[in-house]
């Protein structure tokens, strides 16, 4: 499975925080499973999530696109740098942190 398929199906039945700041905070209270990255995730936003998350250690998928790609593959009209997800409802995203 893709991504993206992965992406889209957790946009539909999963739940998930949406932005740097809430995303971190999913981070910091355990309640992420998982942190999706933009590729053009701007560095310093990047190394603070990647260090929180490997702290709790909280796999990080990178999604290989813009995050405009990424906001539009959530079906949004903005671009999304940064997701975490809480629960993955019936996407199977958790599987993409496992094949990276």
């Not at 310093?44 to 906001?71: F, N, Q, S």
């Amino acid at each position: 499975m893709s991504v993206e398929k992965a992406l889209k199906d957790l946009v539909k039945t999963g739940v998930y925080a949406m932005g740097f700041k809430q995303s971190l905070k999913a981070v910091k209270a355990g309640e992420a499973k998982a942190i999706v990255i933009a590729e053009n995730t701007p560095p310093e936003l990047r190394r603070k999530l990647e260090y929180y998350a490997k702290l709790a250690g909280i796999p990080i998928i990178v999604y290989r696109g813009t995050r405009m790609d990424m906001g539009l593959v959530m079906g949004r009209r903005h671009g999304v740098s940064v997701l975490a997800v809480i629960d993955e409802g019936s996407s199977r995203i958790l599987e993409q942190a496992e094949e990276a």
